[in-house]
């Protein structure tokens, strides 16, 4: 079962045999919580382009049902406070009769005057699971964490850890946690998890607290539990750099204001078997697809 939002245009729940495994769906994200790198720009972000106070109204919503799927189209306006760019963003949502649930993004970048950041933290999409879903998997670069300018220390593998596993330590909590180049996360319980598939290589992290909750505490201890499983899913994360005491990123590893796409699948399946719906899911296009569904 696929609840959506009708005022917000945005998806509420997504349940599959009586279980909740999104209690809050996708939204557009742009924010992460400041690491020391980026003590230069934090004012310029937080005083002036307001990233932390984004924006996502509804323009359009219609959906459609067929004998396998039901479709649904929602159009959106996102930006920050008093901004003046922003995306405009298209989402399709494509729900099959085997409880499969697809994912389009696209994102259209707009500036409508030369006042806007040069770069942003990241582009990409944050939902939220029950927090007894608590067990990670992922294909991807591992097994800690890694950025796309900091990741010569991480190598391609199927990777597990709890939640709270993903957390990095800092002495003063920061972004953390981060993994690049992956195909495929599962987040789920001990049991199930909710597979999802991406097209191209994202980025994700995976943590028991929000944004706002890390960027507030001092101190690992003072670091508030959302009760919910946060992940986030990144089109687009921008490196760490050295601008604590040398350079910025560079312009390759920077997330900015440009057009973007996400191509997503979800599936809820059992432990045992999220490999191998990782490659059927990786392997749907065209003829494929239509044979799959149904």
Known sequence: RVEFDKVRGRLLTYRVDGTTYICQGPRLNINRATIDNDMYKRSDWETQ?????????????????EDDKVTVKINTHFSCWNQTWGFKCHYIYTIYANHTMKLDLKGDAFRYSSFAPE?????????????????????????????????EAAHMGVYQATVEEMHTDYVMPQENGHREQ????????????????????????????TIEALEKAAHTDEIEKAGRTVVH??????GLGSNSCGQEQTYIHRAGINDFTMNLYFRVVT???????????????????????R
Not at 119 to 137: F, K, S, T
Request: charged share 25%; proline share 4%; no cysteine.
């Open 233 to 238: 899913l990144d089109a687009k994360h921008s």
């Open 182 to 209: 992956v195909r495929w996360v599962a987040v789920g319980d001990q049991a199930h998890s909710l597979l999802v598939v991406s097209k191209k290589p994202i980025g994700i992290n995976v943590h028991d607290y």
């Open 49 to 65: 382009y307001f990233i932390q106070h984004t924006d996502e109204q509804l323009e359009a919503m219609e959906y459609a049902a």
């Open 119 to 151: 770069m942003l933290p990241r582009v990409g999409i944050e939902y939220r699971m029950p927090q007894e879903m608590d067990a990670v998997q992922w294909y991807g670069l591992g097994p800690g964490e890694n950025y796309s300018d900091s990741r």
């Open 271 to 293: 432990n045992d078997a999220i490999i191998g719906n990782s490659k059927m899911l990786t392997n749907l296009n065209g003829t494929k697809e239509r044979a799959w569904r």
